[in-house]
């Protein structure tokens, strides 16, 4: 698996050669989860089922309940997550957001995924 690092502002890493990826690596892993959880379903042109299902499953009254099941099913189903470890999550209705943290067992090992929605 072959993945392109991220910068501290969230651009694609250049001008490094190999540098800018994880390759076969936990942290290859862990930056497909991140990169499905800030990929709103319905939003990529080429495929609208890829991504998390704010709008539908996550966004909205009465739909705080499966807030959780919704975001571990995005981790669970991404390439290279072997199983969810350990997850947590806080919603604060006050300020809006949400964040996760998470440990996963990736096909390349261990890793811990912290991510604010």
Avoid: H
């Amino acid at each position: 698996m072959k993945y392109r690092k991220l910068s501290p502002s969230g651009d694609y890493s250049f001008g490094n050669g190999a540098g800018d990826f994880y390759v076969d690596s936990p942290d290859a892993v862990a930056q497909a989860v991140k990169t499905r959880l800030g990929l709103i379903q319905g939003e990529w042109f080429l495929d609208i089922n890829v991504g998390t299902p704010y709008n539908s499953q996550v966004l909205g009254a009465g739909k705080i309940a499966y807030f959780d099941y919704a975001i571990q099913d995005v981790i669970v189903n991404t390439q290279g997550v072997r199983k969810l470890v350990a997850y947590s999550s806080n919603v604060s209705p006050t300020t809006r957001k949400a964040s996760i943290s998470c440990t996963i067992d990736t096909v390349y090992g261990a890793t811990t995924i912290n991510q604010t929605l």
